[in-house]
């Protein structure tokens, strides 16, 4: 690594080992074989990505889940014009004058 870089840092201890596994999961779901050695940097770019943009995309669903039972957030369903879900998005729209309407087609 260049001087003055520095990698990325885990602000818990332990969650190095809980992403390394939540990444094999991933690949695992992806169809993407997982290399024997560990070694992820003969992979191609595309995969190692797909990976990693996987990854993120379930990491902030379930972020906006928590929020949204903890009532800190609407549900994502809701905000995005999909069916309510089950843990009460009907009443949280019901209950608001500005909840989402969707745009009219034209």
């Known amino acids: ?4 870089q520095q990698s990325n840092r ?3 201890p332990g969650a190095s080992r809980a ?5 094999y999961e991933v ?10 050695d560990g070694y992820w ?3 191609p770019t595309r995969l190692t990505g797909a990976v990693g943009g996987h990854m993120v995309r ?5 972020a906006e889940q928590q929020l ?3 009532g ?5 369903d809701v905000t995005r014009g999909a069916a309510a879900p089950a843990f009460g998005a009907a009443n949280w729209a019901a209950g608001r004058a500005d909840a989402f309407q969707p745009a009219p087609r034209v």
């Open 1 to 4: 690594m260049a001087r003055g």
């Open 10 to 12: 885990h602000l818990v």
């Open 19 to 23: 992403l390394d596994q939540f990444k």
């Open 27 to 36: 690949a695992r779901e992806l169809g993407i074989q997982i290399p024997p």
């Open 41 to 43: 940097g003969d992979m």
């Open 58 to 62: 379930r990491m902030i669903a379930l």
């Open 68 to 70: 949204a039972q903890r």
């Open 72 to 76: 800190t957030l609407p549900p994502a």
